[in-house]
């Protein structure tokens, strides 16, 4: 019975998926028995090392994507090459980011531009572009049809990158709306992919200051990610989520708060590391989690106020936190926060 209530889809369908629970069917809280359930090694190997990653198990994430890169199965690669990118900037092998990276515009480059294996690279290239470098002109250069052309299963991640890349340039209406439909419209249930799209709409909704609904998309999230402890997307998005993660979880879920505050400040030090040394930025790392949330809001133009209500402190503790910001820093005025944060 149970297996009929929560089936794995044929290997048949997954042959050419390379994500394999991001894109999985599987009700909240299946997530293990959905991985234990694929018959193919590999991908079982890929969807648990998938479900390590999302759980803040880097390191052992990381072992397990570094020995599918090493396979030669191409079926596997695309993934192969995404994990290890992710699980070195939440906790493996920082080093191993660029030289992944450059192995992965190799097989772009080497493989034919019409084919499946091409166009789903290009879309992972993309991803990787959006979670590094975080700037919209470095991000996506050039966008042309093919970067979509991908399997309809990772459908709903390629727009959750392209919505990120729209909030990079300002287009927050469209990137929410974007996502927002994308969510209504895409298979369901399938979690890991209902999470990233939840947050960038949450954290569009943030930027246009329409708090409700911030919410709203902030605890569908949550509710999807809680019941198999997906924390690492809430890591991932933590400074782009503003306060977001104070006010929904501080006092309601300590435990898993301060799990997530454990895993983002691993994640953004070793994504600053990254990102300075790719584009030249100043990204602070010398920030705390609170820190960065606050220069962050300070930075997009929330007044202390603001700033107070979305993180559950008093606007004397935010301006006392403006002061020890301004101080590392080394900057007087709001204006310069931007040089230093996302």
């Known amino acids: 019975m149970e297996d009929q209530a929560f089936p794995v889809r044929s290997p048949l369908l997954l042959e050419n998926d390379p994500l394999v629970l991001t894109t999985g069917l599987f009700e909240p809280g299946m997530a293990k028995a959905f991985c234990e359930r694929i018959t193919d090694a590999n991908r079982r190997l890929l969807s648990l090392a998938e479900l390590a990653y999302?759980?803040?198990?880097?390191?052992?994430?990381?072992?397990?994507?570094?020995?599918?890169?090493?396979?030669?199965?191409?079926?596997?690669?695309?993934?192969?090459?995404?994990?290890?990118?992710?699980?070195?900037?939440?906790?493996?092998?920082?080093?191993?980011?660029?030289?992944?990276?450059?192995?992965?515009?190799?097989?772009?480059?080497?493989?034919?531009?019409?084919?499946?294996?091409?166009?789903?690279?290009?879309?992972?290239?993309?991803?990787?572009?959006?979670?590094?470098?975080?700037?919209?002109?470095?991000?996506?250069?050039?966008?042309?049809?093919?970067?979509?052309?991908?399997?309809?299963?990772?459908?709903?991640?390629?727009?959750?990158?392209?919505?990120?890349?729209?909030?990079?340039?300002?287009?927050?209406?469209?990137?929410?709306?974007?996502?927002?439909?994308?969510?209504?419209?895409?298979?369901?249930?399938?979690?890991?992919?209902?999470?990233?799209?939840?947050?960038?709409?949450?954290?569009?909704?943030?930027?246009?200051?329409?708090?409700?609904?911030?919410e709203y998309y902030f605890k569908y999230a949550w509710e999807h990610a809680k019941p198999d402890g997906l924390y690492m997307p809430f890591a991932e998005h933590r400074g782009m989520l503003f306060g977001m993660l104070e006010k929904c979880l501080r006092y309601e879920e300590p435990q898993a708060y301060k799990k997530i505050l454990e895993l983002s400040g691993a994640y953004h030090k070793r994504w600053a590391y990254i990102h300075n040394k790719l584009t030249g930025e100043q990204i602070s790392d010398a920030l705390t989690a609170i820190e960065y949330n606050v220069a962050s809001m300070a930075a997009k133009g929330l007044s202390n106020g603001e700033i107070a209500e979305l993180t559950g402190i008093t606007v004397n503790s935010v301006r006392a936190h403006l002061r020890n910001i301004f101080n590392k820093l080394g900057i007087g005025h709001r204006k310069d926060l931007g040089r230093f944060v996302i």
Not at 66 to 92: H, K, Q, V
Not at 93 to 111: F, G, K, P, T
Not at 119 to 126: E, P, Q
Not at 157 to 166: E, N, P, Q, R, S
């Open 54 to 214: 999302f759980r803040g198990e880097a390191k052992e994430a990381h072992a397990m994507f570094r020995r599918l890169a090493e396979d030669t199965n191409e079926d596997n690669l695309p993934a192969a090459i995404l994990g290890t990118i992710m699980t070195s900037l939440a906790g493996g092998e920082i080093r191993d980011v660029l030289r992944v990276y450059e192995s992965a515009r190799q097989l772009c480059m080497s493989a034919d531009r019409s084919s499946e294996l091409s166009r789903v690279g290009n879309a992972l290239l993309l991803y990787f572009n959006m979670l590094v470098y975080n700037h919209a002109a470095i991000r996506f250069p050039s966008i042309g049809p093919d970067a979509f052309s991908v399997p309809r299963s990772i459908r709903p991640m390629a727009i959750y990158v392209y919505a990120g890349y729209l909030l990079g340039t300002g287009d927050v209406s469209r990137a929410t709306g974007l996502a927002e439909g994308a969510l209504v419209f895409m298979d369901r249930p399938c979690p890991v992919s209902e999470i990233y799209l939840a947050l960038i709409i949450s954290r569009g909704y943030m930027l246009q200051k329409v708090w409700d609904k911030a």
